[in-house]
């Protein structure tokens, strides 16, 4: 794919958020490896023909200083609400059979606005995804009675046996690469080596953990994990994924959406609880598909008001 392809392609998955990119966050995306003299000769030419614009030090494709405004306040916000996620993790880390929180959706890319909620993907001990899950979410209800439930928002679980993501695409590289581990450094570093394909699609992206603090093992998760580890334990955990299932299967056959406009839809197994692919995440890399051409091959946006209402003003998890 030759430099121009290449910026375009990457400055237009973000414009689907309506999220303008610096010079270090286009080359960080980019699905190419980056020789920065020529990028940045590349970059300035598309300028000067007006295909991509340049305010303050953000790309982007629409001339539209509002979106810059949007960005720089959406940072101040997220800034704010990590502290608020990182005290959320801590409360999560305590129950039993979790080995690893990250924080997730628009807030890991460092965006945040008065609606935004805080998204956890969790990894739990393997065989007992669906009991971890299944306290986690009674404790959620609970926190409606509090209104702290945009505090707790775990759209996505693996367990120790799945690590490796199943559906390998731009879209869940880029979540995957942006994924801010808060808890459980030990689980972590074995996630990210299980999950090297993201080079294939963000070879300048280098997935690391700087400092994560581990699980929080306290006394009585400790007893509980105890109690649970037997032939009991796995009858619950698999009765929880029926239950479950079942549910959700309900929810996508009355078409039921979430708050986003979504349909709503969970693709669940053993190992796994997370939103059905089908519904955001293909049509996101379809409708990127199709403006990513029109851009590299007419230089121009073609964002409507009807591509709005696919994606939304900020990245968020497809659940």
């Known amino acids: 794919m030759c430099i121009r392809t290449n910026i375009l392609s990457t400055l237009t998955y973000f414009d689907l958020f309506n999220y303008p990119l610096t010079l270090a966050e286009i080359k960080l995306f980019s699905t ?9 000769l590349q970059l300035e030419e598309l300028i000067l023909n007006e295909e991509i614009f340049r305010i303050d030090d953000l790309y982007t494709l629409q001339n539209d200083y509002n979106i810059i405004s949007r960005r720089r306040r959406g940072n101040l916000k997220a800034k704010q609400l990590l502290e608020t996620a990182d005290k959320a993790a801590s409360f ?18 460092n965006y945040a606005d008065d609606t935004s909620d805080i998204d956890f993907f969790i990894i739990t001990q393997k065989n007992r995804l669906w009991i971890a899950r299944t306290l986690l979410h009674c404790m959620k209800k609970l926190s409606f009675l509090f209104n702290k439930q945009q505090l707790f928002c775990m759209n996505y679980f693996i367990d120790e046996a799945a690590l490796e993501i199943e559906e390998q ?22 996630f990210y080596k299980a999950n090297t394909w993201t080079r294939n699609h963000l070879p300048n ?3 690391r953990i700087s400092y994560v603090k581990e699980i929080n093992q306290s006394y009585l998760k400790a007893a509980l994990e105890f109690f649970l580890d037997n032939p009991l334990g796995n009858m ?8 479950t299932g079942y549910r959700w299967s ?6 039921k959406l979430n708050s986003r406009g979504i349909l ?10 997370k939103p059905d692919p089908r519904h955001f995440q293909v049509k996101l890399l379809d ?32 659940a």
């Open 32 to 40: 190419s490896v980056c020789q920065t003299a020529a990028w940045e």
């Open 92 to 109: 999560i880390s305590a129950f039993p059979f979790v080995k690893g929180i990250a924080v997730s959706g628009s807030l890991s890319k």
């Open 169 to 190: 695409n731009l879209y869940t590289a880029t979540e995957v690469a942006t994924l801010l581990p808060v808890r459980g450094i030990t689980i972590f570093d074995r």
């Open 205 to 207: 992206h280098s997935m």
């Open 236 to 243: 619950l955990d698999n009765i929880f994924m029926k239950i």
């Open 250 to 255: 309900k929810k996508t056959e009355q078409g």
């Open 264 to 273: 709503m839809g969970m693709k669940t197994g053993k190992h796994y609880a």
């Open 287 to 318: 409708l990127f598909e199709k403006r990513s051409h029109h851009v590299v091959h007419s230089g121009k946006s073609n964002k409507t008001l009807a591509d709005l209402t696919t994606t939304r003003s900020a990245f968020f998890p497809e």
